[in-house]
């Protein structure tokens, strides 16, 4: 089973990675490769995916795109159909989400079940909000139930806020999403989110934290965005910054989060990452025992 976005995953199954993710087994991938395939950098997903392979037994392979050529040296699925000959899962984090697709669809077209896991794409970041639910459940689980567990994302909405998004509402929680004008999702996906639960849209975030247990940040320039970077940061500054008084708005029980890098100044003070950096580390850490319910669940279909 692939596990590409969350498009396709309903609750229960979102519920059984997070308690798989809880899991060891130490021997699931032993003798196997897993490929990790990077066209753009990363600290957190290559270090997780990694050490989440070695701890159930397997080999992981780091694979730079730019070493690869994908689509340059040879297809993407050309590429996927050669790795499966030597692993047991393919893994990429890509530009274009229509690249982990084809690659799907070529190992699955030759009859093969090997699957493929995202990790991080223009369109979503599956991986990222698994270890996001696992650090939110953990801090709230045992103070009330989920249907009463609100979430604010500020900033964005991109690849981890449509994750998150989806992720969070089908286990129960409800989200606000704050992002300025032009940097909202579309018409179709702001229907498709609304189908599943309780989600609200703001163009202030003030309106999106007040309230809120969880208190959310991404950058404002994502990987690629980097030539639009004086744009984005016009649209953002100065109220898409998350500081201690937009804090004060949230429930007095609320922690602040980010998938990082964070962008101190930019997206969030100096002050609240520091503050929150317990919950923010963790969520970081949070990344491995992610990997191990992805690779475990991913691999159990
Ligand atoms: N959050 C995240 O995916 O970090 P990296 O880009 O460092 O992997
Ligand atoms: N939205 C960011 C997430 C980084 C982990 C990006 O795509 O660059």
Redesign the pocket.
Same mark, same amino acid.
């Given at each position: 089973m692939n596990f590409l976005d969350f498009d396709s995953f309903d609750g229960d199954q979102i519920k059984e990675i997070l308690e798989m993710a809880k899991k060891e087994d130490a021997n699931l991938l032993r003798g196997k490769g897993v490929a990790l395939i990077f066209e753009?950098p990363s600290l957190r997903t290559r270090n997780s995916a990694e050490m989440a392979t070695v701890a159930l037994g397997g080999h992981p392979v780091y694979i730079q795109a730019a070493e690869v050529g994908i689509d340059v040296r040879e297809s993407a699925e050309d590429i996927a159909r050669t790795l499966i000959g030597y692993h047991s899962v393919i893994a990429a984090r890509v530009f274009d989400h229509r690249v982990l697709q084809r690659m799907a669809r070529s190992i699955s077209d030759l009859g093969s079940s090997v699957p493929v896991i995202n990790l991080?794409s223009d369109k979503a970041?599956p991986c990222?909000a698994v270890a996001d639910l696992l650090t939110i459940t953990d801090l709230f689980d045992s103070k009330f139930s989920r249907e009463l567990l609100r979430i604010a994302y500020v900033g964005?909405s *991109? *690849?981890?806020a449509l994750s998150l998004a989806q992720a969070a509402l089908k286990i129960g929680a409800s989200i606000s999403i704050a992002s300025p004008d032009g940097y909202d999702f579309d018409g179709q996906t702001k229907r498709s989110l609304i189908e599943l639960g309780p989600i609200t849209f703001y163009d202030d975030p003030i309106d999106a934290v007040t309230g809120s247990h969880v208190v959310y940040g991404?950058?404002w320039v994502?990987?690629?965005d980097e030539a639009r970077a004086q744009e984005i940061r016009a649209a953002f500054e100065p109220r898409f910054k998350v500081d201690g008084a937009m804090m004060a708005k949230a429930d007095s029980d609320a922690v602040y989060m980010h998938?990082?890098?964070a962008h101190r100044g930019e997206e969030v003070t100096n002050e609240v990452m520091e503050r929150y950096a317990k919950v923010i580390f963790k969520q970081a850490a949070n990344r491995m025992a992610a990997f191990k319910g992805v690779l475990s669940m991913t691999l159990s279909r």
């Open positions: 753009k991080l970041h990222q964005d *991109n *690849n981890v991404d950058t994502s990987m690629g998938c990082l890098p």
